[in-house]
């Protein structure tokens, strides 16, 4: 059975900096990204790789955020850099395409001004 267990969420200023972390078991890490869900709008994938092992993000987050494989916890990381009040929400990993595994809980990031 395939569990994604997100951790690394907290209160922080605009400007800081957090590292999230999406521990997978039951599958391996190929073909996960994170995902960001803001009050009021749909779940968005921010973070992922392409096939080729490239990382992709949307605009709002490129050049801060930055996505890491960590064989040896089986995790997929999620660097987050110079933080803005709008990247509050809730993240969470999954596939970033096909079928999805079921949903873990998320880990809620909060930026404040």
């Not at 800081?16 to 190929?30: H, P």
């Not at 916890?73 to 933080?83: A, E, F, G, H, I």
Request: charge should be neutral; proline fraction near 1%; include cysteine.
């Amino acid at each position: 059975q395939v569990q994604l267990v997100e951790s690394g969420g907290a209160l922080v200023q605009a400007g800081g900096s957090l590292r999230l972390s999406c521990e997978i078991s039951g599958t391996t890490l190929d073909g996960i990204g994170w995902y960001r869900q803001i009050l009021g709008r749909s779940r968005e994938l921010v973070a992922r790789f392409s096939i080729l092992g490239d990382p992709i993000f949307v605009d709002d987050v490129r050049g801060r955020f930055a996505i890491f494989k960590d064989n040896t916890k089986n995790s997929v990381d999620l660097q987050m850099d110079n933080l803005k009040v709008e990247d509050t929400g809730l993240y969470l990993c999954n596939r970033d395409s096909g079928v999805r595994h079921a949903w873990g809980r998320g880990t809620q990031v909060t930026v404040s001004s």
